[in-house]
């Protein structure tokens, strides 16, 4: 029943051998089958969390320490034991990295979260927190956090510093074993029989094949040369359609949304938006349904603060029956709505101000330029560069910003800590806001889901209340994948994601 050799393609090629340099999805989709983590995300849920490595925790009254007891028959590919040095020896490189040793995604927010990881016993770890924070369990849990093999990396690490791995160094305690890299053509990874989860992986082996040409790759997928594509970024609405009108019979394309949000940052500390009138009209005015069909070809989603996949703050059908979200007939009482805040705070002169963009949401620029007419707005676009236009909204240099962030992680503290927090590095809409602050450290703390989401939603209503910022759309992202595929139900929604491919095979 089970076996088969997985065929894909990546659009960009592995950055490196040594999965702490990894950046980006090729990365992530060829590291992931070789590499386990404390804990992972459910595959076809991946908002949920299970044991890895870890078998089970607990966490300290004050939730600032957490202990994790480690299974005693994970072993690495040279046939080693897994032990508590290992992933102490792992977190602590990502928390304090060796000279010259970036650790990319892995260290974005074990740096930022855990203050020290200390070894209780020969099967129990502690890892301390900086600040309470729940959320910290899904960064550990996304594949960037790899545990890592000590007896390999560390002396390496001490003695030859920056030097990428050879080969024979890229070992595991995952499903598969790496067999082949071969530079700008591809990567090959093949069955672990001493995997931890037996039974487990069904899959003989997985290749990944360097295809930058997306012509070709679809050529490929609809010929079934291929059984998987464009994981990351994925397709597109019209590719994923033309796929499936001309090879519907091999394949089916998965629809599955993307952890990023897309706004408008108002500067509320000088200029205009200081006056939430005319925060809340923008917000009324915007059409996200039409952004969606001009934009993403009918194929999108709404950006609220908090990505619409938790089922346990709120979902995309409860932000479109919300004023601002909602789409027509409702959406003519908004725009109304926004017109007439707009006379109220101008005179009825109606508002000029620039609208600062980064080059690459130039369409949603002029999307919003068009719809702005009917309530008084007029504005001018300014395309920036991101490099040049984050430090300047960081700074509260400019009236708007229009910006987008992914997830580093499946959680929505992620993007939270990135722009809506006094401390936050990226906040350009210069908002504070102390119950705002004050709900954050208590869903922080909350280890129950469902008080978590309490105060979750409650954050969100301040958000739509107080308006620092105009959530926009995103593109839903298409995967193509062969019939013959089995074990997916809902594929990753980032690269972030755990894709270990242990739960799928083959069926010929």
Known sequence: MYGGVLLSASTTDITALDSRRGIGGADAQGQAPIHSTLLRQVPNVWTELQPDLAKSFEASADTLSWTFTLRNDAR?????????????????????????????????????????VTKVDESRVRIDLKNPNYSF??????????????????????YEGSRELKPAEVI???????????RASHWTVERNPDYYLKGKPYLDGYTIYLVPDQVTRMAMMATGRLDIIDLFPGLSLSQGRTLEKDAGRILVVHKTPNIR?????????????????????????????????????????????????YEYIYTVDDYLKMPGWRPYPEKAQD??????????????????FVLTSRVDNADYAQVLKEQLKAIGFRLS????????GRPLAAKGELTTWLENYGATYVDHDSITTRGWLPTSTANASRWHNEEFVALYVKQAQAVDLAERGKFLRQMADIIEREVPT??????MVYIAVNRRVQGITLLPPGIMNDFRLDWVWIKE
């Open 76 to 116: 690495w590919h040279d046939g080693k034991p897994v032990t508590v040095d290992d992933v102490v020896w792992t977190l602590n490189t990502y928390i304090k990295p060796p000279k010259d040793l970036p650790v990319g995604l892995a260290g974005s927010c074990t740096k930022a979260m855990i203050d020290k």
């Open 137 to 158: 369990l899904m960064c550990i849990g996304s594949t960037f956090v790899k545990i890592l093999p000590k007896h390999i990396l560390e002396p390496k690490d001490l």
């Open 172 to 182: 595991g305690a995952g499903p598969f074993k790496f067999k082949e890299y071969e």
């Open 261 to 309: 949000a897309r706004y408008v940052a108002l500067n509320t500390a000088s200029g205009p938006f200081t006056d939430l009138r005319l925060r809340r009209a923008m917000h009324l005015a915007v059409d996200r349904q039409a952004m969606i069909e001009f934009v993403e070809e009918g194929g999108g989603q709404i950006t609220p603060l908090f990505w619409p996949g």
């Open 335 to 352: 725009i109304a709505e926004a017109k007439r805040l707009v006379d109220e705070a101008t005179g009825g002169k109606g508002l000029d």
């Open 381 to 388: 676009i300014n395309l920036l560069e991101t490099a040049v």
């Open 470 to 475: 105009v959530g926009l759309t995103d593109k």
